[in-house]
């Protein structure tokens, strides 16, 4: 892994926690993505994939979580209004 590789991937790490998520990286055969379990948000990865595909992902989740919280908000606005 590059040093570039790494420092992205770091910041991605950062990012996510700032959103409330946590990561977990584990073995398995599965599609990484994220989930709610027992109202604690949490981001799975398989830890053998590359940290390239890490970083696209996190990339993609991030993006994903994002779009759900303006969404949230923009009816929270919505409700308010009325």
């Known amino acids: 892994m590059s040093v570039k590789e790494q420092k992205e991937l770091k910041a991605l790490t950062k990012e996510v926690a700032a959103l409330g998520y ?3 990286y584990e073995k398995g055969n599965f ?3 994220y ?3 027992l109202d604690k948000k949490v ?3 398989n830890k ?3 940290d390239k595909i890490k970083t696209i992902i996190l990339k993609e989740l991030i993006q994903q979580i994002s779009m759900e919280v303006n ?3 923009m009816s ?3 409700l308010t209004d009325e």
């Open 22 to 24: 946590r990561i977990i």
């Open 43 to 45: 981001i799975v990865v």
């Open 76 to 78: 929270e606005i919505k």
């Open 35 to 37: 989930c709610m379990v």
């Open 71 to 73: 969404d949230v908000e």
């Open 48 to 50: 053998f994939i590359s």
């Open 31 to 33: 599609q990484s993505g």
